[in-house]
């Protein structure tokens, strides 16, 4: 059947194949050819996805839905459905590279066959594919050689993909997984890079701008890539881009894909966005990022592994104006009176913390967590370990108002037919200094060691019978710790976490100090706590992401629930209360004062003066600020805070000081341009009848005139984790008391004076050189701790790590 060499001819002719073994050989070649294709297609499968051409980033937006940053493992892409992808942008991308995509079986013969040649003679390798084709190399192969080797793999796998794989799909695919430069992978991505917007929202010519710049954006990105060498100036690559913008919008008209008309009034390139970089976590955004995805986390069952794979768009609750404008009051302190070259020993680690919720929400609209989030680490608007001191007891105070006082004669425990609600005008509590602190059945309270507890006001300060909005104005500590005595510090504890407060954030234990603040709740936790009183008694969870949405689908949404935590009785007088402390000319919150504005809150200071604090509120904002120094360096051994005498200049550092001041700026621009409100009138408690305690009497005695107060409790040697220090065993009282400064008459708005006392306690060098001085002009405000601020006692306890979002 072969007859070759060919038998009856000689010498060259033998050799000559005749024109039948010509044809049968090329007959047969190309049946193997077919054969072996087919076995090939039949066996080759469509690959999964690549992992690398659909790793994305998370995207973070403000509260009014504009871009934050986006940020994760992945790359800056956010795969979108095809029904986001608007028609221009298919057609535009089928008239510039694949006329007949709907149409054709995934490949273009001559197409690769001009490519396969090109390369074979060893000339500029070139395109050819389809879109199919590019999908494909994209999307399941990740691999963008030029070689032989993977266009013939591309071939089959294109074949079989435009066979089996919907068109709509494979467009979808291409075009999400497609570079547009700009670091920007992805239609939606791209979008963004080049007009900040949505790609569902462009237009034609818009959409035939992102076309021009799939042929190469080094080329064809009108910012220009002049590091790349002459060709790639901004000139020469606006001029190539203006080019084939026009062609493309041309050949769209031709494909019956664009109206004439329409096209008409594309006359000139659309605005196009100067190239960025993505924002970085710098500043703010970092400490924004970490609560979000805190938060989310919390609420949805995904790893931190998962989510770091990227593809989610978080919309959180943070307003930009008001993280600005926090930012901005806290800087104003930091620029005008922290000088660390000035003033090494007082002014190194000085720390702020703030956190700004919704009152009728929860939805925390600003926080404060640090100077810079890729500079320091710790969010100061979460847990940081920094004692509230008094801006705990109005907790105390709605606990004696919702609970009441314990009968003298009754057990220990006792329902509410026993108990006597409180009212804070009637009542009258001793304001004595040194008070000698009972339990609530008149026996006196003694320590672990069998001392008794002699509580200390700031500034030794005697008030006589005082009622406790008096007490709460002037922030006197002797009344309110034995008020919680009388309540009961489970009903104080009780009440703190019905507010808002995490119960793992609050020390342990029956200790008396545990009214004065040693516990140290996150400023988010404070201010959240503090809108259920604004809110009418009713608490809803503090939360920074609204809604999460993954390939266009809502995964997570917030739905905020809210609890009756109060009456709205209890709440209204709690307000009411706090109002004086703002409102009066002795009150300890006076300088956090808006013109214009009711406005409700407390100060909050502790021993040694180591954290100050303003936790206050308007009908529609609830905002904690605090101040601390400590350490950021994580390798310092035995790290603790330390005393802020001196910092900034000042002798002291109280919430009525730089706290109140950065509330103050904050608030005031935050709530500038929301309607005026003002809190419902304080309703008649039920059954609330006056009180006498700690040795009070219904007979008033002389009561010298209240000043501010200040005893501060201890805070913390380490953060977060903290454990109250032990009683003094001097009962109570420090060894060494400090003699009384004198008083100064300053202006409301005076930010560097007070007129009052300042703390107890004899503090251990606290000054850069030489031994401590009492201040002789003090910022005071309030804090609190039993004797002296000294925290601890019996049950004490260990503090456990409260994170905010557990």
Aim: aromatic residues 8%; proline residues 7%; glycine residues 10%.
């Amino acid at each position: 059947m072969i007859d070759y060499p060919r038998h009856d001819k000689d010498g060259w002719r033998r050799w000559m194949p005749s024109w039948k073994l010509v044809t049968g050989t090329f007959l047969l070649g190309v049946g193997l050819l077919l054969a072996g294709s087919v076995a090939v297609y039949l066996k080759v499968g469509i690959p999964t996805v690549d992992a690398t051409a659909t790793s994305q980033n998370n995207i973070y937006y403000w509260a009014d839905g504009s871009r934050m940053v986006a940020t994760g493992a992945g790359q800056n892409r956010q795969i979108i459905g095809i029904s986001d992808i608007p028609k221009s942008m298919q057609e535009a991308v089928i008239s510039a590279e694949n006329k007949t995509f709907w149409d054709d079986s995934g490949i273009d013969p001559m197409g690769i066959g001009r490519a396969v040649w090109n390369m074979a003679k060893g000339g500029q390798t070139q395109g050819g594919s389809t879109i199919t084709q590019q999908y494909v190399k994209n999307g399941l192969l990740n691999d963008q050689s030029q070689t032989i080797s993977r266009k013939v793999k591309e071939l089959f796998i294109s074949i079989k993909v435009g066979n089996e794989v919907d068109k709509p799909v494979i467009m979808a695919g291409y075009l999400n997984t497609a570079y547009y430069g700009r670091g920007a992978y992805g239609i939606q991505a791209a979008a963004r890079a080049y007009f900040n917007k949505d790609a569902k929202d462009l237009d034609p010519s818009q959409s035939a701008v992102l076309a021009s710049v799939l042929k190469g954006p080094t080329y064809f990105d009108p910012a220009g890539y002049p590091e790349i060498g002459p060709d790639a100036t901004a000139e020469k690559n606006q001029a190539r881009l203006t080019k084939r913008w026009t062609w493309i919008l041309n050949e769209m008209v031709k494909d019956g894909k664009l109206p004439a008309a329409e096209r008409a009034k594309y006359t000139a390139m659309p605005p196009i966005q100067k190239r960025k970089t993505d924002a970085q976590l710098t500043g703010q955004i970092g400490y924004l990022v970490a609560t979000a995805k805190a938060n989310f986390r919390s609420k949805y069952d995904i790893s931190a592994e998962a989510l770091e794979l990227g593809g989610y768009e978080i919309h959180t609750t943070f307003e930009k104006k008001k993280v600005n404008e926090m930012e901005s009051a806290v800087k104003k302190v930091y620029d005008e009176y922290i000088d660390e070259k000035k003033r090494p020993k007082t002014d190194t680690f000085v720390q702020f913390g703030g956190a700004s919720v919704d009152v009728k929400t929860g939805a925390i609209v600003a926080l404060y967590g640090g100077q810079d989030a890729t500079k320091h680490y710790t969010n100061n608007a979460d847990t940081t370990g920094a004692q509230v001191g008094s801006t705990f007891k109005p907790f105390v105070l709605a606990a004696a108002m919702k609970d009441g006082v314990r009968d003298p004669k009754g057990p220990a425990t006792q329902d509410a037919s026993t108990r006597t609600i409180v009212d804070p005008d009637k009542s009258r509590y001793s304001g004595q200094d040194d008070l000698k602190v009972r339990k609530y059945d008149g026996k006196i309270w003694h320590n672990e060691e069998g001392k008794e507890w002699l509580q200390s006001n700031e500034g030794d300060t005697n008030y006589g019978q005082i009622s406790l909005r008096q007490a709460m104005i002037v922030s006197a500590n002797s009344p309110f710790v034995q008020l919680g005595m009388d309540v009961g510090i489970d009903k104080v504890r009780e009440a703190a976490v019905d507010a808002g407060l995490r119960a793992d954030s609050l020390v342990k234990g029956e200790v008396p100090s545990f009214s004065l603040g040693i516990s140290s709740p996150s400023a988010i936790r404070m201010a959240g706590s503090y809108a259920t009183f604004a809110n009418n008694g009713m608490r809803t969870e503090p939360f920074s992401v609204r809604k999460v949405i993954r390939n266009g689908q809502v995964i997570y949404e917030n739905k905020a629930a809210t609890e009756q935590a109060f009456s709205t009785a209890i709440a209204s007088n709690v307000t009411d209360v706090l109002r004086s402390v703002v409102e009066d000319p002795k009150g300890t919150g006076r300088k956090a004062a808006i013109p214009g504005r009711q406005v409700a809150g407390k100060t909050g200071t502790t021993d040694k003066n180591n954290s100050a604090w303003f936790v206050g509120y308007t009908p529609q904002l609830s905002t904690a600020i605090d101040m601390y120094r400590f350490p950021d360096d994580e390798t310092l051994k035995d790290r603790k805070f330390e005393p802020m005498y001196g910092t900034g200049g000042q002798d002291t550092i109280h919430g009525s000081s730089f706290p109140s001041r950065i509330w103050n700026d904050y608030m005031t621009d935050a709530v500038a341009d929301l309607p005026v409100e003002k809190f419902p009138e304080p309703e008649k408690l039920p059954d609330a009848e006056g009180v006498y305690g700690g040795g009070a009497t219904p007979t008033p005695t002389a009561t010298q005139t209240p000043t501010e107060t200040a005893t501060p409790s201890e805070t913390p040697s380490t953060a977060p984790t903290t454990t109250p220090p032990a009683t003094p065993t001097d009962g109570g009282r420090p060894t060494t008391k400090d003699p009384k400064p004198g008083k100064t008459t300053c202006s409301v708005w005076d930010w560097n004076c007070d007129n009052s006392g300042g703390n107890t306690g004899q503090p251990t060098d606290p000054t850069p050189t030489g031994p401590w001085t009492p201040p002789t002009n003090p910022t005071t405000e309030p804090g609190g701790g039993p004797g002296g601020g000294r925290p601890g006692g019996p049950g004490g306890g260990q503090q456990t790590d409260s994170s905010l979002w557990g």
